[in-house]
């Protein structure tokens, strides 16, 4: 295959919306070919001259389209907040906080307006509405992330109403169900107010055994 060959074949193995990344798809090529990530961005930007259904979002990022009766269907902002913001194939860099996930896991009926993300890419690179990006306590990581949730639950700098019947006992049961371990919880915590220490006790205390 040549290199406008790859690309092709890279772009359709992804669903109509899915993001494109020109990077990932040099890394493709540059796997079967020998050659440099300009020449394949210079492919890349006749494949989308040559094409109506291979669309630039923004500099770096594309995806495939398909015409409707109401025009061209767009880019799925889902995957692409994801991949900007959450996690890539082998990285976590990124998380749901904040009215989002109190909401989410039933410490609140209260349906927030806006999506809160902290993320270590927390420069807005692209203008998505209902978007709150946040700077982490710590770089967030694969083996961190759930911890970072559980803290910033606990230190709820929203000041969100829990309003369920037992919000310890919710945060707990999110604990379990992920597995997340006291001596995590506890190494973290150092990064946030002395409060979030004092509940994070007060979650202990509901079961001990469990964190062992």
């Known amino acids: 295959m040549n290199v406008m060959e790859l690309i092709e074949e890279y772009i359709n193995k992804y669903e109509i919306g899915t993001p494109i990344y020109s990077s990932d798809i040099c890394e493709y090529v540059l796997t079967c070919y020998n050659t440099n990530a300009n020449v394949i961005n210079e492919y890349i930007n006749r494949y989308e001259e040559k094409h109506d259904d291979f669309i630039r979002f923004r500099k770096g990022i594309y ?3 398909v015409k409707t009766p109401f025009g061209y269907s767009n880019i799925n902002y889902n995957k692409l907040i994801a991949r900007l913001y959450l996690n890539d194939s082998t990285n976590v860099y990124g998380y749901i906080s904040g009215p989002s996930l109190a909401n989410k896991i039933g410490l609140t009926t209260q349906l927030p ?10 420069r807005i690179v692209c203008d998505i509405d209902n978007i709150k990006l946040y700077k982490p306590v710590v770089a967030v990581t694969k083996d961190n992330y759930k911890i970072l949730q559980v803290l910033d639950l606990l230190s709820n700098k929203s000041n969100i109403n ?18 997340i371990k006291f001596e995590g919880l506890l190494f973290y915590s150092k990064y946030y107010s002395k409060n979030v220490l004092f509940k994070l006790q007060e979650i202990c205390v509901h079961d001990e055994v469990a964190f062992r």
């Open 63 to 65: 995806y495939r389209t």
């Open 113 to 122: 307006k806006d999506e809160y993300i902290v993320t270590n890419n927390n």
């Open 162 to 179: 829990y309003d369920c019947d037992n919000p310890n006992k919710v945060i707990y049961d999110y604990i379990i169900d992920n597995n």
